[in-house]
């Protein structure tokens, strides 16, 4: 089963002047080279080995070497390299090939060819650099989330080595800390005011200048800055922009704008993003009347918009806040003043709410200062549409021209999700990419923009678009729908969402997704409902076994934290025990299963009445019985189970929380469930638009075949009434609720953890 595994330890902090190893990581990328750097304390040879595989690393390339105290910094930059190409590597030989095959991690792929509109992905994070539980904890549930396909680019909005930035606390916080991702995933990094306290960007002195080798000559697109303090890259179809909002002047006669000003007017991607560490509009744990955010706000954001900015990021308030979509606020600040003017489209932004914003009419912006050190703030900047103080992380999805940013939970949730869009269109964002589990229930997801007819088509295909399958032939255009997939398997799978009066509005899933035999999935999503007891009386005695009759709501659930989803009641003196229970059906023979539990300060877990796991409960679980041991503030758990324990049907999951005494100030709980299933694989022949042997496709009845599909007409269905009676799917509208399956009951079908569009999401906290 796919699971994210803490792979490096953590070092205990070394005196600021101390110098250690680091492992290898990517900088500068472009669409024909890469950097490599790394540490050494010894003296190994300086060459990097690369090749198509890790058996086959032939191709040698030196390194310069710059020592720093006690160790080398050794910089190799591999060039002639293939567009979108996969290379793997190895550090530290005097002649490749090497003796033994490299490490599987360490590898690489160049950027695409500008203007590329095929998807990609890249990681937010800001405001990390502690080392501790919490910053840990964002990484895994960002690697959880994205375990079936991992961040492209890491974009990091600034403070990655607290306090000061020293050597020492960036090994210890950033380059210990992030060394599985460092070393496949290039890092492109804004300075924060840590970095800046030992780092100087007038002179590009210090330990933040030190470790990053970032494009100052345009090397990986756009204008040359001549500085490593910003600069600006192209990946794929978007033009990325990074400033200094600490420590370089921020005049609009200044270097840096005027260094921006011409790196706009030569830029010429579909997209534009800019970020950097002061965020210019926040009412976290800091506000945006204060002088760094003062300035980029009126002197920076009308040259960003004036050029048609898309998304600009931000740190340094050590919360989550996205805005509605803004033009025109560079002088709005707190309490008000003015500052709603700046709304241009007031609606949500989620495709599961009011729709998406059109990226032409404005800017989003969005502070992403939750990635690890303490959060806090009141969260009510009238500019924002969606804010949590929790720590957190966003993976932000660009395929074609639509751009999708979701804020994921150091607990795993996915709590937030807004959509820009570039045109008109219907656009597919789920599947799009990921691994399914033959025959599963998938939710296919699409986003319309523009008029339509109110109705669409909805087909699939397993050999990449050379032909179609109807799923449903005429069908509400609410965006949402249930497809029972084919128990087939395809690493070629595509969705198609077509108006049936206009067949030019179509979408298509960006990338494509896989059927398997078997696969991980989640059965139980960080952050989902649960029902729920927290009365000062024990519940009924079947409480383990039986569900319906209790409150239920999203996780996390508790009290005291101010970052709960869902508030229980808090007596005083506490009541020792609350309680937790939901249903999750199974289908297939499930090959492992894990749970993951964030508590405080003690829990038990049951499956169908049988206790199987728990944390600080020796003294018993009996209801006026206290937890026997006190826990970390939201401690989280990873328990392996026995998969036997979940045969194929349905089962009730159930939970007991325990405070530590009756004077504890705070109660948590969530709970994620993961497994891998397997199932059979039908025979070849028996799915309509599958490949037979013979290179031909079997229709079944109700399939539109072929490159003509989108323009077939709306009778294609059985009976030929349009109602695609018998295309093996459920429609109906959205779910009020996003990600929420369970209707009725809490009743949940088996949900696959997949890479793009749908996945595992809870309700934002109001």
Known sequence: MK????????????????????????????????????????????????????????????????????????????????????????????????????????????????????????????????????????????????????????????????????????????YDMYAPLLSNTPVWPALGNHEGASSDSATESGPYYEGYVLPTDGRSGGVPSGTEAYYSFDYANVHFIVLDSYDSPRSPMGAMVQWLEMDLAAADAEWLIAYWHHPPYTDGTHQDDESQQEDMRRQVLPVLEAAGVDLILAGHSHIYERSYLLRGGYYAGLPGGGATAAIVDSGDGRPTGDGPYASEAGTLYVVAGHGGTGVGGTGRH???????????SCLVDVEGGLLTLR???????????????????????????????????????????????????????????????????????????????????????????????????????????????????????????????????APAADWLTTTGGWSSGPAQLGYGDGDEATVLADEDPNVPSAYFRRTVTVDGDLLSLSARVVFDDGFALFVDGVMVGGANVDDGVGHDTFASATSS????????????????????????????????SDLSFDLSLEARVRVAIDPPGTDAGVPDADGGSTPSDGAVVGPDAATAGVDAGPGGDGGGDGCGCRVGARPATPGWLALLGLAVVVRIRRASGARRRSSPRP
Not at 134 to 155: C, G, K, S
Not at 382 to 392: C, R
Not at 635 to 660: R, W
Request: charge should be negative.
């Open 3 to 174: 699971r994210v595994a803490f792979w490096l330890a953590l070092v205990a902090a070394a005196p600021a002047a101390a110098q250690s190893p680091r492992a290898p990581y990517l900088q500068s990328a472009s669409e024909d080279a890469m950097t490599i750097v790394w540490r050494s304390d010894t003296d190994p040879p300086p060459n990097v080995c690369y090749g198509a595989s890790p058996d086959a690393l032939d191709d040698i390339v030196p390194a310069r070497v710059t020592r720093f105290g006690a160790v080398d910094q050794l910089e190799a930059r591999v060039t002639g390299l293939t567009p979108a190409t996969r290379y793997f590597y190895s550090v530290g030989h005097a002649a490749c090939p090497p003796a033994t095959s490299g490490d599987p991690n360490q590898h690489f792929t160049t950027a695409p060819v500008a203007g590329t509109r095929g998807g990609f992905r890249f990681w937010v994070v800001g405001d990390s650099g502690t080392g501790g539980t919490a910053q840990r904890n964002v990484f895994d549930a960002m690697r959880a989330e994205a375990a079936d396909l991992p961040p492209d680019l890491f974009v990091h909005v600034g403070d990655m080595a607290y306090d000061r930035g020293t050597t020492s606390e960036f090994d210890v916080g950033f």
């Open 382 to 392: 009238p500019l924002m549409a969606f804010t949590e103080i929790a720590n957190g």
């Open 407 to 537: 804020n994921v939970r150091a607990d795993g949730a996915v709590t937030d999700e807004v959509v820009l869009v570039k045109e008109d269109g219907i656009f597919v964002t789920a599947p799009s990419g990921g691994s399914y589990l033959a025959g599963s229930d998938i939710e296919v997801l699409w986003t319309s923009v523009g008029a339509g007819s109110g109705e669409v088509r909805v087909e699939y295909s397993l050999d990449d678009g050379a032909s179609w399958t109807v799923i449903a032939d005429r069908t509400a255009d609410d965006g949402a729908l249930t497809w029972s997939s084919p128990r087939r398997m395809t690493t070629q799978g595509r969705v198609r969402v077509t108006d049936t009066v206009d067949a030019a509005r179509s979408g298509t899933s960006a990338r494509a997704f896989t059927l398997s035999a078997e696969t991980d999935v989640t059965l139980v999503p960080a952050g989902g409902v649960w029902e729920y007891w927290d009365d000062a009386a």
């Open 633 to 664: 503030d939201n401690e989280v758990l990873t328990l392996d189970l026995d998969p036997s324990l979940l045969p194929a049907g349905e089962h009730v999951i159930a939970v007991i929380v325990k405070q530590a005494n009756g004077s504890s």
